[in-house]
């Protein structure tokens, strides 16, 4: 009897346990989800873990800007007790913008946010200790730099790859007449120019057409490397302009006074003009030679005497070349040797002069004068008129086809 009662409690036990089971089996039946929803559950919480695990501050917000969720970093940050609401690190605002956490004087660091499918977005802050570091550098090497170039009389204006004006100096106000205030607010190349066309700084096309062409012109042969130009201002100023290539598609243009060097070489052309003229006003046919043998200059009586002009020959001749023409046109004489040692010897000398008969007939008059810093002059006459053969062993095929390089 004991036994079948013990068989009875075993059996109703188990029927208990089945039932038991069976009532889960069914709980869990009724709350099962979709087909294809525990795979997304999944990747959801998976996402909220990388989110929660990301080094820096993130956040989610509403719509209307109220805080729904954070990060693990941002309530580290906070400072805020698990569980306790999330409170406001950084000032709103949708753009990328630098922001301190907290406190006014708290770390910076850089937002960014983006827009939610669903409405809201989400925030992320980045420290922003080395940004800051780097444009504490550059503001400093920028300090350098306009410190060095701000004793330079050269105008210097670096444009960027957006081109607007980075980096000026001093001179480029003052030789512009640019106002610093201005040029502080980084204008581009393209206002820049157009300014300076205003105030009449700048050499300016008969046409706006060809003028806007000639500036990209300008932007395009300064990047290439090849951009030169002078500049004459109608105060009768000049300004030379170079544009340089820099790295990262910047653009640096140099201005430079060139004015005296421009009168400067002026005067020296007109100076050479003039002792040109004075030389071609001489009887006497001459020929000048430098410190150096190398002949510098001839007059028109010289040409019409020799019958040939060698200060028009592209040739480089010197004392040597010439005084083989001249003891052709009268053959062997002592005249021609001491002239030649009178031409080597540039110091301790004095003029001197002779007569030699030519081999056509006549007799020609040399004349050997020092001048300064070495130089000779070998004046020539010949007595009872013409013309002295030309000699045929000069280079006449050197014979300049341009302006006659005398002087």
């Known amino acids: 009897m004991q036994d079948v009662t013990a068989l009875f409690i075993a059996l109703g036990s188990g029927l208990l346990m089945a039932a038991v089971v ?52 941002y309530a580290a940050l906070a400072g805020a007790p698990p569980g306790a609401p999330p409170s406001v690190l950084f000032p709103p605002g949708g753009a990328a913008r630098r922001a301190p956490a907290g406190q006014p004087d708290g770390p910076q660091f850089d937002c960014c946010s983006a827009p939610l499918p669903g409405g809201g977005r989400v925030h992320l802050a980045l420290p922003a200790d ?36 980075a980096l000026f100096n001093p001179a480029l106000g003052d030789l512009t007449g640019l106002p610093p205030g201005w040029l502080s607010e980084r204008p581009t190349l393209v206002a820049l120019l157009d300014r300076l066309r205003a105030m009449r700084v700048l050499p300016e096309p008969k046409d706006y057409q060809s003028w806007r062409r000639h500036l990209s012109e300008v932007e395009r042969l300064a990047r290439e490397g090849h951009y030169a130009e002078d500049w004459a201002l109608p105060g009768g100023r000049v300004l030379r302009v170079t544009g ?24 020296f052309r007109l100076e050479l003009s003039l002792g040109q003229s004075v030389l071609d006003a001489m009887d006497e046919g001459v020929a000048v030679f430098g410190a150096d043998g190398r002949l510098m200059a001839t007059n028109a009586a010289y040409a019409a005497l020799w019958g040939s002009d060698p200060g028009a020959l592209l040739a480089d001749l010197g004392a040597a070349d010439l005084l083989t023409a001249w003891s052709a046109a009268t053959g062997p004489a ?42 000779t002059l070998c004046a020539f006459r010949r007595r009872g008129g013409g013309a002295v053969a030309s000699p045929a062993h000069l280079p006449e095929a050197d014979l300049a086809a341009s302006e006659p390089q005398r002087g």
Do not use: Y
């Not at 009532?23 to 999944?42: D, E, F, T, V």
């Open 22 to 73: 069976w009532g889960l089996w069914l709980r869990g039946a009724r709350r099962k989800p979709p087909h294809g929803a525990i795979p997304q559950m999944a990747e959801v919480a998976r996402l909220g873990e990388i989110f929660d695990a990301l080094p820096v501050p993130a956040w989610e917000e509403s719509e209307a800007g109220r805080i729904l969720r954070v990060n693990a970093a």
């Open 130 to 165: 080395a940004a800051l570091s780097a444009e504490a550098t550059l503001a400093r090497f920028m300090q350098t730099l306009a410190k060095t170039f701000a004793h330079l009389p050269t105008g210097l204006a670096i444009f960027d790859s957006d081109r607007r004006l």
């Open 244 to 267: 340089q290539p820099q790295p990262g598609g910047a653009l640096a243009f140099l201005m430079e006074d060139i004015t005296g060097e421009v009168a400067l070489r002026r005067r």
């Open 334 to 375: 002592p005249v021609w040797a001491r002239a030649r040692d009178f031409l080597a010897s540039p110091r301790d000398r004095r003029a001197w002069q002779a007569e030699v008969a030519l081999a056509e007939g006549g007799r020609l008059c040399c004349r050997f004068v020092p001048l300064a810093r070495g130089a």
